[in-house]
C-alpha cells in the first residue's frame, strides 16, 4: 500500500548535496517556487550571515548554479556552507532565490542565523561546524 501511495505522488522532489531533481506535471521551468520550504535551524548558530551570502553570491556566478565556502569566524573555529539553484533559474533567478532562503529563517526566529533551508528551486546551508561536502 506504501508502495502504490509513492507511485501516485505528482510532483516528488529528492534533495541531496550533489543532487536536486525535481518532477512535476506543471511547467514550472524559469519559477522561484517557495511553496514547499523547508528549514532547519542550527543549534548555536551566530548572526554572521557573511558566509551564506558569499556562497550564495558565488553560486549564482557558475554554470552549475552550485557552491561550497567556509569562514574562518576565529582561529579556532571554522565554519562550512553551500548554495545550490536548481538549472532552469538564471542567475539573477538564483541569487534572488538564494537571497529570499537566507531570509527565511529571519522571519520566524530573529535570534538564529544559521540554518539549512530547502526550497523548490535552491537550497542553502550555512554555519556548520563540520565540513560536509
Known amino acids: 500500500m506504501a508502495l502504490h501511495s509513492v507511485l501516485l505522488v505528482s510532483q516528488p522532489k529528492l534533495v541531496l548535496r550533489a543532487l536536486m531533481t525535481q518532477y512535476s506535471n506543471d511547467n514550472f521551468f524559469g519559477w522561484i517556487r517557495f511553496d514547499n520550504q523547508k528549514f532547519f535551524f542550527v543549534p548555536g548558530a551566530s548572526k554572521n550571515t557573511k558566509l551564506a551570502k558569499n556562497v550564495s553570491r558565488k553560486a549564482s556566478r557558475t ?19 553551500s548554495a545550490q539553484c536548481t538549472r532552469d ?5 538564483c541569487r534572488k532565490c538564494l537571497n529570499g532562503a537566507i531570509s527565511l529563517p529571519k522571519s520566524y526566529c530573529k ?17 556548520e561546524l563540520y565540513k560536509y561536502f
Not at 554554470?63 to 556552507?81: C, M, N
Not at 533559474?89 to 533567478?93: H, I, K, T, V
Not at 535570534?111 to 554555519?127: D, H, K, L, P
Open 63 to 81: 554554470p552549475r548554479l552550485d557552491e561550497t565556502g567556509e569562514f574562518e569566524v576565529d582561529r579556532s573555529v571554522k565554519i562550512f556552507g
Open 111 to 127: 535570534r538564529q542565523e544559521g540554518a539549512r533551508v530547502f526550497t523548490e528551486s535552491c537550497n542553502i546551508r550555512y554555519y
Open 89 to 93: 533559474l538564471s542567475s539573477y533567478e
